[in-house]
Structures are given as structure tokens and as C-alpha cells.
């Protein structure tokens, strides 16, 4: 069964045009890996729903908007990802 954290993921994934991501849980915290197309989402998102889960799924989001010109947390990162929120957030 998808979580909802997942679902918001992929929905914004598919809006963003990225189609071919995989979503995924693992213990660790949060990672884009570009090369193979996957978000690893932190284990505690697969249950709990909230800003954060929202938080680290579109910052995942921003690293593939932004790779492979941008691969830590730069300007260009920041800037995206302050967009992405406003885009899919709003000003919450």
C-alpha cells in the first residue's frame, strides 16, 4: 500500500515531469540519488504525514531540479527549493 507521503511524492514528481522516479524507505534520513533515479525518504515519513515528510520529499525534489549544475545545498539549490515550497505549499 503507497503511504501518503509517498503519494505526495510522486504526485509532485509527476507534475515536475519527472515520471520515471522511484520512491523508497530507508533508516538514514533523506537522499536524491540522480543516477538512479530515486528518492530514499527517511523511515519515520512512511507513517507520519506532516511539514516535515512534505519538507523532505520536495527538497529531494529540488536536488534532481538542480543536478547535475548544483549538488549540495548552493544558491541555486536554495532558490529552487524556496520555489518549490511556495509552488506546492504556499506560504503555510
Given amino acids: 500500500m503507497i503511504t501518503e507521503t509517498e503519494d505526495f ?10 515520471t520515471n ?7 538514514g534520513g533523506s537522499i536524491c540519488l540522480n543516477k538512479a533515479k530515486e528518492i530514499i525518504l527517511d523511515e519515520s515519513y512512511r507513517t507520519v504525514f506532516d511539514w516535515r515528510a512534505r519538507l523532505a520529499a520536495i527538497h529531494e525534489i ?21 520555489n518549490l515550497i511556495l509552488k506546492y505549499l504556499g506560504r503555510e
Fill in 9 to 18: 511524492a510522486y504526485h509532485i514528481l509527476q507534475l515536475e515531469g519527472f
Fill in 21 to 27: 522516479w522511484k520512491v523508497r524507505f530507508s533508516n
Fill in 62 to 82: 529540488a536536488h534532481i531540479r538542480t543536478w547535475p549544475q548544483d549538488m549540495k545545498h548552493s544558491e541555486l539549490f536554495c532558490k529552487e527549493y524556496a
